[in-house]
């Protein structure tokens, strides 16, 4: 079976944007196949690189739109963000959504002078080139970092596809002459850190991203399973090696899946 492993499934890893929800529109069926997930009792993350809100604002978003879901079960590529901040005691140029920056409340305000690196999440509003300069000249003060909360191609909206950040990230290291430390997926450390201690092949990550979310998982020991939904576009599964564990048309015949392997195991 594709979703068979070494060892008993305990842990299932969820994206969110694409795969539960497209901007305030739920996937058909996603609430209830995410309750009979939780019914299983595996443990279950949301794991997510999506930067226009902060943590409370995407709880309080996915309940509005009935997912029965916990703050604390929530992993995000931007709070990831905000420890590394803190943990190289960084002065940063925030290049960050209004709705997000509640998550970095507790990082002292730099003056200009004293700017020592750069922090890009998705921030459409400051992806202008007045913006991108003043980034660009941080950028290029000895020992300067640029820190990217995910480096993503593009993401769903509901009107199609958008520029992700990675185009600006990409942008940046470009100019500056500089490398990117990317935080969000598919970063191992992000992965490892929402596994919490379980081991990678006793876990399963559902996304809509072939690179990010399900390339990402498989190659630190994970199984993956990539939804038509969201971002994907056909032949995306062939465009990663190993290809994902699964291929499903969305996230309740995700749970399906995951259910009959259960069963078949048991």
């Known amino acids: 079976m594709a979703l068979a ?10 994206d969110l944007s ?15 196949a995410l309750r009979r997930l939780q019914d299983s009792q595996l443990q279950i993350k949301f794991v997510t690189n999506t930067t226009k809100e ?3 604002r995407l709880f309080n978003s996915l309940t509005t739109l009935g997912f029965p879901v916990k703050q604390e079960d929530f992993v995000t ?13 960084l002065k940063p140029m925030l290049i960050i959504d209004d709705a997000a920056m509640e998550e970095f409340e507790d990082i002292q305000p730099a003056d200009e002078a004293e700017l020592d690196s750069v922090v ?3 921030a459409p509003d400051l992806f202008n080139y007045e913006t991108l300069t003043k980034a660009f000249r941080v950028l290029l003060r000895p020992g300067a970092r640029l820190v990217a909360v995910h480096q993503a191609r593009y993401f769903a909206r509901k009107d199609g596809l958008a520029l992700g ?5 990409k942008a940046l290291e470009y100019s500056a002459g500089v490398h990117a430390h990317t935080v969000g997926k598919p970063a191992a450390d992000f992965y490892r850190a929402a596994l919490a201690g379980v081991e990678p092949e006793a876990a399963v990550m559902i996304g809509d991203d072939a690179n990010d979310d399900v390339a990402g998982a498989q190659a630190i020991g994970m199984r993956g399973i990539l939804v038509r939904t969201g ?10 090696d190993p290809p994902p564990a699964l291929v499903c048309e969305d996230f ?12 078949a195991s048991a």
Do not use: C, M, N
């Open 120 to 122: 890009v999440g998705l």
């Open 165 to 169: 950040p990675g185009a600006f990230v």
């Open 5 to 14: 492993g070494r060892l008993p499934l305990k842990t299932v890893l969820i």
């Open 231 to 240: 971002k994907y576009r056909a032949g995306d599964e062939k465009k990663i």
């Open 77 to 89: 590529s931007l709070s990831a963000a905000h420890d590394l901040v803190k943990k190289w005691q």
């Open 252 to 263: 309740p015949r995700a749970v399906d899946a995951i259910l009959e392997a259960i069963a």
């Open 18 to 32: 694409g795969t539960l929800h497209i901007q305030e529109l739920a996937v058909p069926g996603a609430q209830e």
């Open 54 to 56: 902060s943590k409370r």
